[in-house]
Structures are given as structure tokens and as C-alpha cells.
T-cell receptor, first 116, second 112 residues
């Protein structure tokens, strides 16, 4: 079974700084997908970024980028120029796509606070 | 607007009183799923459905039922709720493939 580990339960950062959220996972699969979701206080789950395991290039979405290290099974999220609106829970998630079953396995989450 | 609609948003009930949380999506997605979110545990899958009339257990199915009679709807049924089912519940949908989920806005359930 796949597992996802977010070892830092909580972090804080000053506005405009850069912060990196760590995530490791365990799988024997070679082809899979990784996601970061954001959950602000409104509790809505919002997809931040997605990475295909077969792609060596790291995904980027505006201020958000990932550092994907397949051999190390590591998938960290970097937030540049942090904004107050980035304050949220962040969840790392793993997906193995097989036979139409698109199950997302989530880590336990990490609370990020951006301070003014 | 493409969305997953969950109702109710908040629910307080008593032990043993049957309840249903509704979920509907307007994106023609094949895959739908229910998760519960608990502090320190992240999101755990309760049940999922790959298409109409096809459902299967996730990681924590005990005490829950689901049905998928229509493609757009995937209700979660608690026939005899207990206090350990107090949680935040999310419905999600996805087309087949590695696209990630669209989530509903969540249902905060309290069982007293």
C-alpha cells in the first residue's frame, strides 16, 4: 500500500519570503502522479499543483513549484513570495492510476501560517 | 459552473438516527469518492465509485453505505451514526485518469 508522509505538522513564514513544504512517499509503482492540495480556513480543497512521475521536469504554477526527486521518493512544494492568502493546511497526495480507480492517498497535512 | 455540491454544510445529530449526506456533480465525471478528514489523520477514503452501479470500499468503510444509481449523484448514508463518526466529510469527483479531484465544500458532522 502506498503511504504519504508529511513530517512537519506546522510552519510559519513571513510575508514575501520563500518556504518549502516537505513530502515523502512510499510506493513500488513506477508510474504515478503526485499532487499538492491547499485547504484554507474556508475548508475548501484546492488543487495547487500536479506532477507526473514519468516527467523529469519539475512542475510549476506561478509562485508554486515542486522539487520532485523520484529516486528519493520526495515531493516538496516551494512557495515563493509568500502571501497572507497562502495561510492554509497543505496536503500532499499520491495517485496510482490503474483500472479506472483513481484513488488519492493523502498525507496528514501541514499547517502553514504566513505572518504580515 | 463546474462543481461538486454537498449538502448539508453542517449537521448535528444524535446517536442512532439515520442520515444521508448528498453529493452531486455536474461535470459528467465517472469517478466519485467520499473522504473523511480528522485532525492529525489527514483525509481517508470511505467509499468510491468508478461508474454507475459500481461502488467499492475505501480504507475506512465501517458504518457507512453509498449508492450510485445515477452518474451525477453519490450519497453517503450513515444508518446508525455513532460519536466516532463525528468528522468533516468531503465528496469528490474526477474523470478517469490522473487529473486530481474536484472537491465539494465539505460537511461538518457532529454526532452526540
Amino acid at each position: 500500500a502506498q503511504t504519504v508522509t508529511q513530517s512537519q505538522p506546522e510552519m510559519s513564514v513571513q510575508e514575501a519570503e520563500t518556504v518549502t513544504l516537505s513530502c515523502t512517499y512510499d510506493t513500488s509503482e513506477n508510474n504515478y502522479y503526485l499532487f499538492w492540495y491547499k485547504q484554507p480556513p474556508s475548508r475548501q480543497m484546492i488543487l495547487v499543483i500536479r506532477q507526473e512521475a514519468y516527467k523529469q521536469q519539475n512542475a510549476t504554477e506561478n509562485r508554486f513549484s515542486v522539487n520532485f526527486q523520484k529516486a528519493a521518493k520526495s515531493f516538496s512544494l516551494k512557495i515563493s513570495d509568500s502571501q497572507l492568502g497562502d495561510t492554509a493546511m497543505y496536503f500532499c497526495a499520491f495517485m496510482r492510476v490503474q483500472g479506472g480507480s483513481e484513488k488519492l492517498v493523502f498525507g496528514k497535512g501541514m499547517k502553514l501560517t504566513v505572518n504580515p | 459552473e463546474a462543481q461538486v455540491t454537498q449538502n448539508p454544510r453542517y449537521l448535528i445529530t444524535v446517536t442512532g438516527k439515520k442520515l444521508t449526506v448528498t453529493c452531486s456533480q455536474n461535470m459528467n465525471h465517472e469517478y466519485m469518492s467520499w473522504y473523511r478528514q480528522d485532525p492529525g489523520l489527514g483525509l481517508r477514503q470511505i467509499y468510491y465509485s468508478m461508474n454507475v452501479e459500481v461502488t467499492d470500499k475505501g480504507d475506512v468503510p465501517e458504518g457507512y453505505k453509498v449508492s450510485r444509481k445515477e452518474k451525477r449523484n453519490f450519497p453517503l448514508i450513515l444508518e446508525s451514526p455513532s460519536p466516532n463518526q463525528t468528522s468533516l466529510y468531503f465528496c469528490a469527483s474526477s474523470p478517469h485518469g490522473p487529473y486530481g479531484y474536484t472537491f465539494g465544500s465539505g460537511t461538518r458532522l457532529t454526532v452526540v
